[in-house]
């Protein structure tokens, strides 16, 4: 009885046991597969190889892009430099061709515009050296001018010239011509600016009553003007009416030749005014030294004035009395609005700011004389005016 009880009670422990084994197997049987899955998964980090060729794996998925792999591959060669050339600068791409446009005015001996010159009858020497002209043209065309007027309690005689001068020019303005005021005694004052208004210039020129100074800085005044014109395009041309005395400027004569030499495109026309006064002076007082002395003042005034005009292609006038004035004018005008122009290449094409002198001649077709006839057959004079050189910087007009 104990034995059996005994017996049974191990059989039922066996029974409980194994029973948890089994329940344990189970379970373990159903994990294992679970766990062993998601521990390939997780050390699969990265994607398979793409195939050889790359390119879809199927009809669907991922189109796999092969990474770039390190290659031991050399560098290509660089590219051969050209061969430096002793003398010429290095640059990429350059190209400098510079070009001389040139005005040139023949005029006769009575200040007549002379047309329908051919362009083979020209010859341009630079530094006397022949250039062939490669451009020409003769043109009519409208003025862009400045009226730069002296206006000073010292020259009160002059006054009346000046302003009489002035009132002549502005009457021969053409509705398409542009013209600026200036007028300066120690300093240059705009009257005003440039307009295709003659009223406004008549106006500005009305302003001219009472002078406020003293002093003449033609030198400062005639600076100040070219530097102002030379921003603007195309041919220019500035109208100088004055004694031509500097009293106070803070320039000197060298330094304003050398910038009328250094400003492209402009002509500056003068007129010395009061030369009729100059004339009474030495008639009646010419024996008196201080006079003399002043005179010689003035007389060196008015070559300076001669200069500007000369170093530029324009022309001076020393007008001795008033009724010479409207004759005058009418030549500035024909004279600033008829003009050959003339281009060339310069055979030396160096931009080292040197000053090049010019030289224009006229010459028949077979080399020899040109002449020039009116129309009942008389040969004339005539002159030729253009500028007698440029400065060769990087920029040439």
């Known amino acids: 009885m104990l034995r059996q009880k005994c017996l049974s009670q191990h059989t039922k422990g066996l029974s409980t ?80 061709v510079p070009i001389v446009n040139l005005d040139v005015m023949v005029m006769t001996e009575k200040g007549q515009f002379v047309p329908g010159i051919p362009k083979g009858n020209f010859r341009i020497q630079e530094d006397g050296v022949p250039q062939k002209i490669v451009s020409y043209s003769q043109t009519e ?7 730069l007027i002296e206006f000073a309690r010292t020259n009160y005689y002059f006054m009346n010239d000046a302003l009489n001068a002035s009132y002549s020019f ?39 009553r009472i002078p406020g100074f003293s002093e003449t800085n033609v030198f400062d005044a005639l600076y100040d003007t070219l530097d102002r014109v030379d921003r603007i395009e195309g041919r220019k041309v500035i109208l100088l009416i004055s004694t031509g005395r500097d009293t106070f400027s803070k320039l000197t004569l060298d330094k304003i030749l050398k910038k009328i030499k250094d ?56 007008p001795r009395f008033l ?7 009418r030549d500035v005008s024909a004279a600033i609005r008829n003009q050959y122009t003339l ?44 500028r007698e050189g440029y400065t060769a910087k990087n920029v040439v007009e």
């Open 323 to 329: 009724g010479e004035f409207p004759e005058i004018f």
């Open 263 to 318: 400003t492209p495109n402009v002509t500056i026309f003068t007129i010395s005014t009061g030369r009729a006064f100059l004339e009474y002076v030495d008639a009646r007082r010419g024996t008196n030294p201080e006079v003399r002395l002043a005179m010689l003042d003035y007389l060196q005034a008015e070559n300076q004035m001669k200069t500007f005009a000369k170093l530029t292609g324009g022309q001076h006038y020393s």
């Open 17 to 96: 046991s194994t029973w948890l084994a089994m329940f344990l197997v189970v379970v373990l049987a159903l994990i294992a597969p679970a766990f062993v899955a998601a521990q390939q998964s997780g050390e699969k980090q990265e994607p398979e190889a793409p195939p050889a060729a790359g390119g879809p794996q199927g009809d669907v998925g991922p189109i796999a892009i092969p990474k770039k792999t390190d290659t031991n591959e050399p560098p290509p060669p660089p590219r051969p430099k050209p061969e430096k050339v002793e003398g010429m600068p290095d640059y990429s791409v350059r190209v400098d």
């Open 141 to 147: 065309a409208p003025v862009t001018a400045v009226m």
């Open 343 to 386: 281009a060339y290449k310069p055979t030396n094409t160096a931009l080292d700011g040197t000053y090049r002198k010019l030289k224009v001649e006229l010459v028949a077709p077979d080399g020899g004389e040109f002449v020039i006839k009116d129309e009942k057959g008389k040969k004339l004079k005539y002159k030729i005016i253009a």
């Open 170 to 208: 502005a009457s021969t303005l053409k509705k398409e011509d542009w013209v600026a005021v200036i007028a300066f005694d120690m300093r240059p004052t705009i009257l005003v600016d440039f307009t295709q208004d003659k009223n406004a210039v008549y106006g500005a020129l009305r302003m001219l």
